[in-house]
Every structure is written in structure tokens, then in C-alpha cells.
């Protein structure tokens, strides 16, 4: 197909020449393809990095776009690789749970295991299954849309439930699941988790590692100079940051730390 779009989402950095020689085996198959970089920062091996920043950024796609997901801690053993059909989106990933959003997300998901090897460069590399495997799977998919030619359907594909907070004892706790570029804390509650109060009055209170959050605002800039503010992200997460400052840095708050919405 003409000007197809394949994106590409993996942990490989850009200081090597991994990125770059995806894009030559797309073109080299598939010289209209239209290439779209999504993130080549996914944090090394961390499969819940990798499923949000595809889950932020899938729907915002053509129909039938196709998006390559290489976070590959398994790369060279015998976990699968996968071409997945959901909501007139196609996804080639490996099969160690980096979809898990999609899967949440989307119905009526179709997963196929891409058993036909003649698709695949040769002779396959133990260590860069991006360049012989995914990359072309995409691209001649881009091609001839020819599904059913890769492999046959699955449905013990491989999937993690996401982090979702947890009432205890009156309390709602979740964590900090990514620190983004710009230091902002995104965390795993959602507007279904706040009190109706945080939304209409801003009155929230947060307990995130040993600093309390006591704001919600609109966005960023309604906060005061060196005050941790938290609001609504827009990739729906409920998101903690300081005004023109890094909040991680900030708040000495990293992956992983607990966080603590008490009733005010």
C-alpha cells in the first residue's frame, strides 16, 4: 500500500545505529513506507514503560497503521513473535506482554504467532530480532495486508495487568508508574479515582513518598513557583509536577514510590 505508515517503539536509544537500520529494512522492502518514530527512549527492558508510551500514542493514528513495538528482554529465545490486529490498528511485537494495553484496551483483538520464516531476513540474528524479524514483518504487511500468510491465530499471547491502586483501610494507594521527560510524575490513578471534590475544588491530598500533594490544577503553569501540584495528564493519568521545575529532582521521588490519596 502506497504511503503506509509504520511506527516504531523500542529501548534502543539513538546513539547507535539500531534505529537506523529498522528504517533501511522497512525501505529496502517497502520504499513508500511512511516511518513514524513514537519513542526510542523506553527505559532498557522495562515492559510497562514500552505499554504505556504505545497506549498513549496508538489511537492517535490512521486506520491501519502499523506499529512496531521492540522491547525484547527475551530476544534469541523462544518467546513468540506476534502480528496483532485491534481496532483497525496492526501491532508486530514480541510476545512478553508489551501489548498488555492494547489488550486491556481494544476488543475483538486478533493475535497471530508469525511462523512464516520467509518473511524474515536471513540469516536471523540471536541478538537483533528488530532488524530480521519485526521490521520486515511490518513492512511486507505494508505491502499486501496478507494477515492470515503470517501465522496462525493464538489467544495465549502473553499479558500483565496493569498497576491499578488499591483501597486499604480508607485510603486509595497507588504508585508512580514513569517519571517523563520533563521530570513529571505519572501515576496510576485515573478521574475515576479521585474524590468529586479534586475535580470541582482542587482539594486533594496526595501522599507521595514523604511529600504531600494538596492541589489539583488545570495544568502546569497553575502552579506556584517550586510547588508540587498534581492534575489530569493527557494520556488520562493523574500526573504530579512542579511549575517550570522537575519533580522527581524536586520531590527526590522516583519509579516505583508509593503513592497515598487520603480523604481531607
Do not use: C
Request: proline fraction near 6%.
Amino acid at each position: 500500500m502506497p504511503n503506509a505508515v509504520i511506527t516504531l517503539t523500542t529501548d534502543y536509544g539513538t546513539n547507535d545505529h539500531l534505529v537506523g537500520t529498522l528504517k533501511g529494512v522497512i525501505l529496502k522492502i517497502n520504499p513508500e513506507a511512511t516511518i513514524v518514530d513514537i519513542t526510542h527512549n523506553v527505559a532498557p527492558f522495562d515492559l510497562l514503560d514500552a505499554a504505556l508510551a504505545i497506549g498513549s500514542a496508538y489511537s492517535y493514528f490512521p486506520p491501519r497503521t502499523i506499529h512496531v513495538v521492540v522491547v525484547d528482554p527475551g530476544v534469541g529465545t523462544e518467546r513468540r513473535p506476534l502480528l496483532v490486529t485491534a481496532e483497525n490498528q496492526y501491532f508486530v511485537a514480541p510476545d512478553n506482554g508489551v501489548l498488555s494495553v492494547i489488550y486491556e484496551r481494544e476488543q475483538n483483538v486478533v493475535a497471530r504467532n508469525v511462523t512464516a520464516a520467509h518473511y524474515f531476513l536471513q540469516p536471523i540474528s540471536k541478538t537483533f530480532h528488530g532488524r530480521d524479524i519485526f521490521a520486515p514483518i511490518a513492512a511486507w504487511l505494508s505491502k499486501g495486508w496478507q494477515t492470515a500468510s503470517m501465522g496462525e491465530e493464538i489467544t495465549d499471547h502473553k499479558k500483565f495487568a496493569l498497576p491499578k491502586p488499591k483501597t486499604t483501610d480508607g485510603v486509595v494507594k497507588g504508585i508512580v508508574m514513569r517519571i517523563d521527560a520533563f521530570g513529571n510524575l505519572i501515576t496510576n490513578f485515573r478521574v475515576e479515582d479521585l474524590p468529586e471534590s479534586a475535580l470541582t475544588s482542587g482539594d486533594v491530598k496526595f501522599q507521595v513518598g514523604n511529600q504531600a500533594v494538596s492541589r489539583m490544577v488545570p495544568t502546569f503553569a497553575s502552579g506556584n513557583a517550586g510547588e508540587p501540584v498534581a492534575y489530569v495528564g493527557s494520556a488520562g493519568y493523574v500526573e504530579i509536577a512542579v511549575n517550570k521545575g522537575n519533580a522527581s529532582r524536586t520531590l527526590s521521588i522516583g519509579r516505583g514510590t508509593p503513592i497515598v490519596l487520603e480523604s481531607k
